[in-house]
């Protein structure tokens, strides 16, 4: 069987590997990539929804021409769970995002509103100070302002947080102090004596009072 699993190949002197032919690649080759849902979305043929995070088989590929700031753009297709519709969404790098391309719609996403929102307020506010610098500056000094507050809050907070820590560390050693105190004092080993005597019930033991012993002496037998 040794003649079978020849792994080393006769390459003769003239060998020129210049001359082997190159194999042709298709210019947008598809790669399968196993993957996660990356949103949640609802099938456009069947409305099924499909949870973020679901796992399946997709294919990749290039978007041709599509590109953001020399980041190149990618198309994924994958079929529905449910009817095997093809389903397809793209890579948005400007947004860190993804996008539903045809087959299925996102669904609601409060952040995204949100984001959305800021971006607009963002927008409008360059659109302002474009051509007005008064405009532009009191803007600037609005920022200041509010980083300013904030880090005075912040100060504050702070500064509310030593004093209750410190508080809390006095009180703890005022009542190690006092408890350190009374057990050091007089009436606190009075009162561990009293409680001896109680539970001597007069037999004799240490801290009786004399009177007892000289009636129990006095007794005939």
Known sequence: MGERKVLNKYYP??????????????KNQQIKVRMMLPMSIRCGTCGTYIYKGTKFNSRKEDCIG??????????????????????????DPQNSDYTVES??????????????????????????????AMRALE?????????????????????????????ELDEEDEELIKSITFRNSKDYVKRIEDDDDDNDDNFGIPGQSSVTLKMFCGLKY
């Open 103 to 132: 087959g299925a719609s996102r669904n609601f996403e409060p952040w995204r509103e949100e984001d959305e929102v800021v971006d607009k307020e963002k927008r409008k506010r360059e659109a302002e100070e474009m051509g007005d």
């Open 66 to 91: 599509e590109t953001y700031l020399g980041i190149q753009i990618f198309r994924f297709y994958f079929k529905c769970t449910r009817c095997s519709a093809e389903i397809t969404f793209k890579t």
């Open 139 to 167: 803007n600037r000094a609005m920022d200041s302002k509010q980083d300013m507050d904030i880090l005075a809050a912040l100060e504050e907070m702070r500064s509310m947080k030593e004093e209750k820590t410190v508080a």
């Open 13 to 26: 002197p003239d060998f020129d590997p210049a001359k082997i032919p190159r194999r042709k690649q298709p």
